[in-house]
């Protein structure tokens, strides 16, 4: 299955892509689905209100996840390209759902940054609570995959060694537009898939999340030794090569770009670089 969560007459629902339409699934999000138990059934067999594909408004794939756990330094060449070695431990920070944006929202461009970076993902999303999860009940606790761009103010990443500052401003972080099912993708829970990113129709990233040096299964085993995870969280599993701080010259967002992250078989973000207009 592919399911999203629209923006519609004022409000949210999520819902599942059948062809050419969304079909409403009765409750608010998808985050609100993932947390009914027999969320799969449902999503399977709702037979409700058909809103176009074409011109749908989507919101983010989950819009108030209860944490948003995000995996640094995760593709060899990514490593490589920005100096590091490779880690025995997967690197983790966090991000606020208040930076989270929809698929086709513009993203904001702070005043204060001069280094705005981009980073694609594959984010795996939880359905099941789980803490301290190993093997199988790791493995069924992902109820699918999206696509996030981690836009980054790279100056406030690295003003210390904690990258939190930099990975969680205000309305910059695109993720969507569909969750789908591990069933529909090669690998399943391992997924090996073309991941892109695009900058005004030029190629910036690409290689293939088989490429992960942390897969998601391990990640879910990680993070959840830590903190429980809760249905609807979102793990983003870490960006490949090709980002702009480690080009050179260094290249970054000025504002007014096209941002395109797609990942083969999920989807694609499209989104606009827009100044943040003062308050």
């Known amino acids: 299955m592919k399911l999203a969560t629209l923006r519609t007459g004022g409000t949210t629902r999520a819902v599942r892509l059948d062809g050419d339409v969304l079909t409403d699934l009765g409750v608010p999000d998808v985050g609100a689905l993932l947390a009914e138990e027999g969320w799969a059934e449902r999503a399977a067999t709702a037979t409700g209100t058909a809103h176009p594909v074409g011109g749908a408004d989507f919101a983010p794939l989950v819009p108030a996840p209860s944490k948003v756990v995000c995996v640094g330094l995760n593709y060899r060449n990514h490593i490589q390209e920005m100096g590091r070695d490779l880690p025995e431990h997967p690197t983790l920070f966090a991000k606020f759902a208040d930076s989270l944006i929809g698929a086709g929202d513009d993203i904001v461009r702070p005043d204060e940054t001069a280094k705005f970076d981009w980073e694609v993902e594959l984010a795996l999303v939880v359905g ?146 827009v100044e943040e207009k003062s308050a």
């Open 128 to 273: 099941a609570p789980v803490r301290r999860a190993r093997g199988a009940e790791a493995e069924a606790a992902i109820a699918g995959f999206t696509v996030l761009n981690d836009i980054t103010c790279r100056d406030w990443q690295f003003r210390t060694r904690e990258w939190l500052q930099g990975k969680s401003w205000d309305s910059t972080t695109p993720v969507g537009p569909y969750l789908v099912t591990p069933d529909e993708l090669p690998g399943g829970v391992r997924p090996a898939l073309e991941v892109r990113l695009l900058v005004d129709g030029e190629v910036m990233q690409s290689d293939s999340t088989g490429d992960l040096l942390f897969d998601p299964v391990a990640l879910v085993e990680y993070v959840s030794t830590v903190v429980r995870l809760n249905p609807g969280d979102l793990i983003a599993t870490g960006t490949p090569g090709g980002v702009g701080h480690a080009r050179r010259p260094e290249r970054y967002l000025l504002g007014g770009e096209k941002v395109v992250a797609e990942i083969e078989g999920i989807g694609r973000l499209e989104n606009r670089v």
